[in-house]
């Protein structure tokens, strides 16, 4: 089964890009707390944190602490919740105070990674939104299944990239392959040249050229290390010229 990496393409795309899942929470002055009120937040896996606004050194036990004070600009109030949450590495955000607005960013990329954030307070500015909207680049490199001594192996480690296109006259072609590791939480072009710019370029980093048809096929090994593929378009020159890819894998016995 082959699986379509570009589908009739017609113009030059970006590299792959990490998309990470983000909420907000807006923050509000010391004035408009009240000592004891408290958000929530729980992630996708069960993890759950409340934290809860001090000022007068008595707090909820389990509760992580947020230090305030009546004179406090929303702005304070909004780094001291910044910085709370972050300093929660079990949550695995990371937290950024601008003005009044805290932005919560997940530290793994893709849509796998959410947390839903409640709140307390009783003044009516004060808000929060869930951490959501991470997604992934690229296609899934799918099939994993247990294999022995409790290792994951995927049901292919190499395949075949076969490029496709036709035009109007003289047509060239060059791409990268990127492959997506989770372990890592990167894309990175599926090669090894000295060359750092040619890393990941079809055909060794030689264009493809065709008239008015082109047809390359070539072998990417490795797969099995990675998560996701992607094929970038660099170069794409014809009259009405498109491309299709496919890879097709070659199953281990």
């Known amino acids: ?27 509000v002055s010391g004035a408009n707390l009240v000592d004891g009120e408290t958000f929530t937040v729980t992630t996708h896996r069960g993890v759950k944190v409340t934290f809860e606004f001090d000022s007068n050194s008595s707090v909820t036990t389990g509760n992580v602490a947020i230090t305030f004070a009546g004179g406090d600009t929303n702005a304070t109030v909004a780094t001291a919740i910044a910085a709370a949450i972050s300093a929660q590495t079990n949550l695995n955000l990371s937290s950024a105070a601008v003005g009044a607005t805290v932005t ?22 004060f808000a929060v939104t869930d951490v959501t909207g991470g997604t992934y680049a690229g ?82 090994y490795g797969l099995s290390a990675y998560d996701r593929i992607a094929l970038q378009i660099t170069t794409l020159t014809g009259t009405g010229m498109t491309v299709n890819a496919y890879l097709i894998p070659r199953y281990q016995s």
């Open 104 to 125: 919560n960013t997940a530290r793994f990329s893709g849509p796998d990674f959410s947390a839903a954030l409640t709140e307390t307070v009783a003044n009516g500015t």
């Open 1 to 27: 089964m082959s699986q379509r990496l570009l589908n009739a393409a017609q113009a030059t795309t970006s590299a792959p890009a990490l998309v990470f899942s983000t909420g907000t929470i807006t923050a």
């Open 139 to 220: 296609f899934p490199l799918q099939g994993n299944g247990v294999g022995t001594a409790g290792y994951y192996l995927k049901p292919f480690d190499a395949g075949a990239l076969v490029i496709s296109g036709a035009g109007t006259g003289a047509l060239t072609f060059q791409g990268i392959v990127w492959v997506y590791s989770a372990l890592a939480d990167a894309w990175l072009p599926n090669g090894i040249s000295a060359t750092i710019a040619d890393r990941g370029k079809l055909n060794d980093g030689t264009t493809i050229t065709g008239t008015t048809t082109l047809l390359h096929t070539q072998l990417i």
